[in-house]
């Protein structure tokens, strides 16, 4: 794991993915903290924190964006190829 995302080991206890391409049935892949790393390069991967605030100001993966279920719908890509990664500290 890199320096860079190495505060967010933590934080990313639990990480989706919606892909749109070559994913289960329900479009959701659970994926490793490697994986996050490596997704986090493509050009076609946008990262969203789903943690509070306070957690997200504390340490987040580079290039998320804070989101909550009122501002998700608006922070969505219009672009429907892109893969969406979900990572919240959550065990739950």
């Known amino acids: 794991m890199s ?3 190495a505060p967010c080991t933590i934080v990313a206890s639990f990480l989706f993915v919606l892909a749109c391409r070559a994913a289960p049935a329900d479009g959701f892949s659970l994926v490793s903290v490697d994986e996050v790393e490596r997704l986090l390069a493509a050009p076609d991967v946008k990262v969203f924190d789903a943690n509070n605030r306070e957690t997200f100001v504390s340490g987040h993966l580079p290039g998320a964006v804070l989101v909550d279920s009122r ?4 922070a969505l890509p219009q672009d429907k190829s892109m893969r969406l990664v979900f990572y919240c500290k959550n065990p739950h």
């Open 3 to 5: 320096p860079r995302t």
């Open 71 to 74: 501002t998700l719908a608006s």
